[in-house]
């Protein structure tokens, strides 16, 4: 049998349901695992071992009293700094929150640890969570396990490395321009981004945010396997009265026609060669599989661009726009911010941007009505270089339009599913769309394409062949709570 911190969840919730192993032994390998790793990588950026170790003890008392912990039976699983949890600070990445501690869980937290999950570690994110990169000034720098030359992506970028070198089976992120579906994507992972009200979400800590992050940033799971997506999300989608955005929408629905439409360069956009391969290869195996796959035209995804950052940076603008991003002292946060807020100047106003958005979000209601599937990249090129969005304007303009399919969904409230296709050392992926409230569609597809490929175990950092070795890093301000 594997090692405890190398199995899914699935393995580890059966093992611990049946008494095979304890919640405290699981818990135990996690944290080992932890300690073994993340010095190369800090992908998690604060330690609480003495409270999950407390929390495993409770758990294993519970099964010795004959209660059911639930799906996610003593399940190791990391949460990102941006999400409350009790008695943590919700940083975001940045200083100015340092002292922003949660006096509660925000609900998809809740959730996972009604579940039976118990949270080892706090995973990192860019200054603001404003990147497809992962390095704060508050937190430093976190890598890549399967390459340090690669971003881990952003901006959960800690929850994609951690998921990815086998700290905690599954990774809780969030996702407003792919922050969930790229570090999946650059970590080989699935990784989930769920309809708009389908997980509750809410950061009682902090002041509630404008309507563009209200209609378009949602949590979701990364794991190594697709049934670990499915099992994660059964947990975090369980109701909460706090969100007023939440829907208790059933899980499965009903049959859809097994029709995929195949977008290879939705609106033109430039895609590499190895990215049109895993997206035809897994059109292949979808076909194998019972689908009907046709290259179709599919509504437009530029202008959603337009509409995300004018909705995104209308937050920031309401927050105190970039003089508040650079009280930060993150360099590459107010960078990124000139940049979007620059792109986003340009574009539609907040009350436009939503006008707009109607009717696009009708348009592709009614594709997706035809074709339940669609199949697109994950993004136009293969995993960037390491920061390559704070190089020059050149550099910022290859990866921004790289990223149309990660800017885009999220204005549309459908859900989407990155599914790796990659290898150790080489990450890649491919991303598929869905109905809105049609997550079962994508985890069925998901399955298929999972299926053609080796199961994905936890890699040990930079042990692939050629990858680049990294120098051991620590974080700039990690922290271990007893």
């Known amino acids: 049998m594997d090692e405890l911190w190398a199995l899914p969840a699935t393995a580890i919730a059966a093992l611990v349901r049946a008494r095979a192993v304890s919640v405290v032994e699981v818990t135990e390998a996690a944290l080992a695992r932890l300690d073994a790793v993340n010095p190369a990588l800090n992908a998690v950026v604060q330690t609480f071992a003495d409270r999950a170790l407390d929390d495993a003890r409770t758990h294993d008392a519970r099964l010795s009293a004959g209660h059911d912990l639930g799906p996610l039976a003593g399940v190791p699983i990391t949460v990102k700094v941006n999400t409350d949890q009790a008695g943590h600070a919700t940083t975001n990445g940045v200083a100015l929150q340092a002292d922003r501690i949660a006096e509660r869980d925000a609900p998809m937290v809740a959730n996972l640890r009604r579940a039976g999950a118990v949270v080892v570690g706090r995973t990192n994110t860019p200054g603001f969570s404003m990147r497809w990169f992962c390095r704060s000034a508050l937190h430093g720098d976190t890598l890549n396990p399967h390459d340090a030359a690669l971003t881990p992506g952003g901006s959960s970028g800690g929850a994609g490395a951690a998921a990815a070198a086998g700290i905690g089976a599954l990774a809780q992120g969030t996702d407003i321009a792919g922050s969930v579906r790229y570090p999946a994507y650059a970590c080989n992972l699935h990784g989930l981004r769920p309809s708009l009200g389908r997980v509750p979400n809410a950061n009682a800590s902090s002041p509630d945010r404008a309507i563009g992050p209200q ?93 995300n950052l004018a909705l995104w940076m209308g937050d920031l603008r309401q927050g105190g726009g970039l003089v508040r991003i650079e009280a930060a002292e993150d360099r590459d946060a107010t960078l990124i911010g000139r940049r979007l807020m620059a792109i986003a100047e340009a574009g539609p106003g907040v009350e436009a941007a939503l006008q707009q958005r109607l009717g696009l979000v009708r348009a592709w209601q009614q594709f997706v009505a035809d074709w339940p599937l669609v199949l697109c990249p994950v993004s136009g090129a293969p995993p960037f270089a390491a920061h390559a969005d704070v190089g020059d304007e050149a550099a ?43 997550e079962d569609v994508l985890l069925a597809a998901g399955r298929a394409i999972a299926a053609a490929h080796p199961p994905i175990r936890p890699v040990d950092p930079f042990a692939a062949a050629g990858a680049a070795q990294g120098p051991a890093v620590q974080p700039a301000a990690n922290q271990t709570v007893g």
Do not use: Y
């Open 215 to 307: 209609i378009m940033a949602v949590s979701g799971p990364l794991a190594r396997s697709i049934d670990d997506v499915a099992l994660a999300l059964r947990a975090m989608a369980a109701a909460d009265a706090c969100d007023p955005w939440h829907v208790a929408m059933p899980l499965e629905g009903p049959p859809l026609p097994r029709r995929c439409a195949l977008a290879l360069a939705p609106d033109g956009m430039a895609v590499a060669p190895e990215v049109s391969e895993a997206v035809l290869d897994a059109a292949k195996v979808l076909e194998a599989a019972g689908w009907v796959v046709q290259d179709v035209e599919t509504p437009p995804m530029r202008p959603a661009v337009d509409i």
């Open 396 to 438: 910022w303009a290859a990866v921004f339009d790289a990223q149309l399919t990660q800017i885009a969904l999220p204005v549309l409230g459908l859900p989407g599913l990155t599914v790796a296709t990659g290898r150790p050392g080489r990450p890649m992926g491919v991303q598929l769309i869905a109905p809105r409230w049609r």
